[in-house]
Nanobody, 128 residues
């Protein structure tokens, strides 16, 4: 496992933007896939977006067109640009990494159990 540290969370109004960052602690670590998950109070953790080493991206339908996942592989940094935020996007956002990614129907499987390393999370709060 590798240590992942998220940053960039905060409080914004509906329609606002935030960019989350996730830094992997080991410079030589290059996971095959990385992802963002989120968990709202009283709800299960859900996958939001993922990217693999080849640049393939996958998004959950609720954020498609609003969120963009990207990575700086040289610096082991994962990003999540979040635009047009909505109150329902309020959650703790977690960065995750996997040594292997699983593809189904051309999409990276956003399944919590498939990711081995996790960050501590960064809070995103969107007010209406």
């Amino acid at each position: 496992e590798v240590e992942l540290v998220e940053s960039g969370g905060g409080s914004v109004q509906s329609g606002g933007s935030l960019r989350l960052s996730c830094v992997a602690s080991r410079n030589t670590y290059l996971p095959f896939g990385m992802a963002w998950f989120r968990q709202a109070p009283g709800k299960e953790r859900e996958g939001v977006a993922a990217i693999d080493r080849n640049g393939r991206t996958t998004y959950v339908e609720s954020v498609q067109g609003r969120f963009t996942v990207s990575q700086n592989a040289a610096k082991n940094i994962l990003y999540l640009q979040m635009n047009n935020l909505k109150p329902e996007d309020t959650a703790m956002y977690f960065c995750a990494a996997a040594d292997i990614v699983h593809i189904a129907n051309g999409r990276i499987k956003l399944q919590e159990s498939l990711f081995q390393s996790w960050g501590q999370g960064t809070q995103v709060t969107v007010s209406s």
